[in-house]
Structures are given as structure tokens and as C-alpha cells.
């Protein structure tokens, strides 16, 4: 098996628009030799299958591709992915971004070196301030600071940004964080957060596992692909995480 240092997956549904901006050309030129690329289709209906072909057959050294034989999610194209690279790779940490590459792979890559000793999973925090180069949609900018603060205190723990598309993990922990089926298919970046503190728990241990690193580069690329309706039932899901890990 080869050896990496660090494995990023970037689950892909429909996603034409973002393969085809300049940002992937960026992203293969800058992937360097201790690191893999993991794209997941999850059964695309627009072309993003065959965009992913080309960029991994010209790539072959730095990305690999996996196909969804059915529409899982993107929880769960995650989750499969980490469980493949268990099988084929050896590596130290893996980690996941958007499609959209709203964080940057050198972001991902300055957050990896975080994840070292007792941080066994690191993620990335979308806070503006100066200095920084944070782009958001005002309005999507305000719901999500009152969805993130309801998260926060589900969790019981002072996180400022649950769901920045960018989080890495060391190998120890992300073998128990993605060996079971989320509950939600959007809200999974919560249930990482239950499932971490529970093996902090498990095994008495007496640091934070943790660590929220400020993004200095997050744009915001077009829509968000979470349906208007889902934030009626986001609040059914979280319960329900809520409830399961309370147990």
C-alpha cells in the first residue's frame, strides 16, 4: 500500500459548474506528493461523472475516483470513502472538503498540520475578521449564525462554525468517527462532533480532542445544495441526533 500523509475527499453531486471553473485547475497543480484527492460521484445526472474521469485519468498520481452505485449523500459518500481509503492506503490523517472549493486546498493543508499529537480532529471556522479573506452571503451569513449557536449549545460545547465544509482528522480517530451510518444527510458534521465526544468519554481521556482553526480564505461559489426545505426539517434532525446520543 502507499504511504500518504494526508487523504482529502471531495464528495461530488452535480457539481459541472464548480469542475469546470479555474479553481480546479489550481487545485491539481498545488496537490503534493504525500497527498491523495478522493472524489466521490454520488450518482450525478449532469456530467460531473465524466468531468471526474478526465481529471483523475490526467492525474492519476494524485486522485483517484470512487462512484456511488446510488444517491447517498453526501454523508454518506464521505463515510464510504474514508472506509475504502482504510482498505487500500496507508496514511496519517484524512480530511474532507466541498465541491465548490469554497476552502481552499492549502487551507485544508495549513489545517492538517494542527492535527497532531492529542488533536485528533480539526476543523475549520468561517469568523470574519480582518486580515482574512471570509466571503459570505449576508442573509445565508445570519441564519447560520442562529443554526450554528443552536448546534453549539445542543453540543454543550463552544464551537463557533459546526459546518465549514472543511474538517481533518488523524488516522486513530477517524477510524471510530465514520465506521457507523449517520443519521442525518446534512446535519452529520454534528453527529462527528457527538460521536468524538463520546469516545473522549469512553476512554476517560483527559484532553480535547478538539481544535476550531479561523479559515484566513473561504468564498462563497453560487447556491448552497441544501433545499430551502430543509431548514423545517433540520430542527426533526438535530432532535434526533440529540436524542440518540443522549442515550
Not at 60 to 71: G, M, P, R, T, V
Not at 116 to 127: D, H, L, M, Q
Not at 165 to 170: A, I, L, Q, S, T
Request: aromatic share 16%; net charge positive; with cysteine.
Amino acid at each position: 500500500m502507499k504511504n500518504y500523509n494526508l487523504i482529502v475527499i471531495v464528495p461530488c453531486y452535480n457539481e459541472k459548474t464548480a469542475l469546470l471553473s479555474g479553481r480546479y485547475v489550481d487545485f491539481f497543480d498545488t496537490i503534493p506528493e504525500n497527498m491523495l484527492a478522493v472524489f466521490v460521484d454520488d450518482k450525478s445526472t449532469d456530467n460531473t461523472y465524466n468531468l471526474l474521469v478526465q481529471y483523475c485519468s490526467s492525474n492519476s498520481e494524485k486522485a483517484i475516483l470512487i462512484q456511488n452505485e446510488f444517491n447517498l449523500g453526501k454523508s454518506e459518500s464521505i463515510r464510504t470513502a474514508v472506509n475504502y481509503c482504510f482498505k487500500n492506503f496507508n496514511f496519517n490523517k484524512i480530511a474532507f472538503l466541498d465541491a465548490d472549493l469554497a476552502t481552499p486546498l492549502s487551507e485544508c493543508e495549513r489545517l492538517s498540520a494542527y492535527a497532531e499529537n492529542e488533536i485528533g480532529f480539526v476543523f475549520g471556522s468561517r469568523i470574519l475578521r480582518l486580515g482574512a479573506t471570509i466571503q459570505r452571503n449576508y442573509l445565508r451569513y445570519l441564519i447560520g449564525r442562529a443554526i450554528a449557536t443552536l448546534i453549539s449549545t445542543s453540543l454543550q460545547l463552544k464551537v463557533y462554525d459546526t459546518q465549514c465544509g472543511c474538517k481533518v482528522f488523524n488516522r486513530s480517530i477517524s477510524k471510530e468517527l465514520f465506521e457507523k451510518p449517520f443519521i442525518s444527510k446534512w446535519l452529520f458534521d454534528v453527529e462527528l462532533f457527538f460521536r468524538a465526544k463520546q469516545i473522549i468519554k469512553t476512554n476517560q481521556l483527559s484532553f480535547n480532542l478538539f481544535l476550531e482553526v479561523p479559515l484566513n480564505i473561504w468564498i462563497e461559489y453560487g447556491d448552497s445544495k441544501v433545499s430551502k426545505s430543509y431548514f423545517f426539517k433540520l430542527f426533526y434532525d438535530l432532535y434526533k441526533i440529540h436524542k440518540q446520543y443522549h442515550k
